[in-house]
């Protein structure tokens, strides 16, 4: 059973910064050949993309993160992570790492990002 494990949610001010990390369980040669993404689910409104990496780290990123938020990978420890910078209110949402293996996807259970203003 493959488990993602969010962490580095939290309370911030607008304008501040946060780091997500997302460490993925079983093989590091999945994790590896695996397109890894994260996604946010706003109170009251559909989950939506923020940015994914692909197993070359291609990335690519919501308009709304394009310019503040980067996403990375480390296959050496399974984990990919997404720098937040310049957070804004309406960004407080669930964020969820997702593992899309060739279409089969796995989700993490999610961490709470709250921005106040």
């Known amino acids: 059973q493959v488990q993602l494990v969010e962490s580095g949610g939290g309370l911030v001010q607008a304008g501040g910064s946060l780091r997500l990390s997302c460490v993925a369980s079983g093989s590091r040669f999945i994790f590896t050949i695996s397109t890894m993404g994260w996604y946010r689910r706003a109170p009251g409104k559909q989950r939506e993309l923020v940015a994914s990496i692909t197993n070359g780290a291609d990335k690519n990123y919501a308009e709304s993160a394009k310019g503040r938020f980067t996403i990375s990978r480390d296959n050496a420890k399974n984990t990919v992570y997404l720098q937040m910078n310049s957070l804004k209110p309406e960004e407080t949402a669930v964020y969820y790492c997702?593992?899309?293996?060739?279409?089969?996807?796995?989700w993490g259970q999610g961490t709470q990002v709250t921005v106040s203003s």
């Open positions: 997702q593992r899309d293996q060739n279409g089969v996807v796995y």
